[in-house]
């Protein structure tokens, strides 16, 4: 019914734009599809992440998905959040977005890397073995390089059902 436009452009407040789903699972809509959602202005986002700070009294766990891709607004909310999931496939170009996310985020005088959490989810691998060897040289080179710990969180089996299952 309401997405993060109300909340920015109709002066809704964060709490009238929640969904409520199942076992009272709370879901704000980004709005998908809205232009201007995703060249918003640094103002814009700070409002936004602040008023996501009062969910903190109702809610046990707040998730932004984010998406794929390096924006401003990403690098925002990364910079605000306890903890960061990077989601990568086996690809390779899916692997060097996820160094250049955490290159760019380390790259921002307000990112504080002693007190993150950054975790590493494998997508789409054909088993643990391949999820975990993933990992692993992800965070070598961000060790390395960017001075950043990861711990992995696991991994989600690659179901060629799922492709299946969107075209329908």
Not at 48 to 55: G, M, P, Q, V, Y
Not at 61 to 75: P, Q, R, Y
Not at 159 to 164: A, P, S, V
Request: hydrophobic residues 40%; aromatic residues 8%.
């Amino acid at each position: 019914k309401h997405n993060l436009c109300d909340l920015i452009y109709q002066g809704k407040n964060i709490r009238e734009i929640i969904t409520w789903g199942p076992m009272d699972v709370g879901f704000i809509s980004g709005g998908s599809g809205i232009a201007g959602m995703s060249n918003l202005s640094r103002e814009y986002l700070v409002y936004i992440i602040k008023n996501l700070a009062e969910l903190d009294a109702i809610a046990d766990v707040i998730i932004v998905d984010t998406g794929a891709g390096i924006s401003e607004a990403v690098l925002e909310f990364l910079v605000a959040s306890e903890e960061i999931l990077v989601v990568t496939t086996p690809e390779p170009t899916s692997i060097t977005d996820a160094y250049s996310l955490l290159k760019a985020v380390n790259r921002k005088k307000e990112f504080e890397r002693n007190n993150k959490a950054i975790k590493v989810i494998t997508n789409r691998v054909e088993g643990p073995e391949d999820g975990k060897e993933i990992y692993d040289k992800i965070s070598i080179v961000v060790s390395k390089f960017l001075n950043i710990q990861l711990d992995y969180l696991g991994y989600i089996p690659y179901d060629k059902r799922l492709g299946n299952a969107v075209l329908e």
